[in-house]
Nanobody, 124 residues
Framework: QVQLVESGGGWAQPGGSLRLSCAAS????????IAWFRQAAGKEREFVAT????????DYADSVRGRFTISRDNGQSIAYLQMNRLKPEDTAVYYC?????????????????WGRGTQVTVSS
């Protein structure tokens, strides 16, 4: 049974940093692409970043490129989202999802397994 557990959310000031973690179990982690999505209150869930199973391909939403970094540790079955230069508009619940496919995807419909999310709040 696939289980994804996000952690590391919390409060940060604008310009600050947070690092989210996504711990996976029940899968051969190194065979799965991992993605981060987020959903702000009253808005639809949106793509944030994704990383290929071997870490060689990465894609970011334009809104976070240059500020956020996705990475993974296949030995520990954990993926990370380092978020720097945070903005109030980054406030959302952040979810990780996994997908076994030779292609990266930005579309949530392509991901069958999801974590429960972790809240990130950016405010002064």
């Amino acid at each position: 049974q696939v289980q994804l557990v996000e952690s590391g959310g919390g409060w940060a000031q604008p310009g600050g940093s947070l690092r989210l973690s996504c711990a996976a179990s029940g899968i051969h982690f190194d065979l799965y692409n991992i993605a981060w999505f987020r959903q702000a209150a009253g808005k639809e869930r949106e793509f944030v970043a994704t990383i290929f199973w071997n870490g060689n391909l990465i894609d970011y939403a334009d809104s976070v490129r240059g500020r956020f970094t996705i990475s993974r540790d296949n030995g520990q079955s954990i993926a990370y989202l380092q978020m720097n230069r945070l903005k109030p508009e980054d406030t959302a619940v952040y979810y990780c999802a996994c997908r076994r496919d030779p292609r990266l995807s930005r579309h949530q419909r392509d991901y069958a397994d999801w974590g429960r999310g972790t809240q990130v709040t950016v405010s002064s």
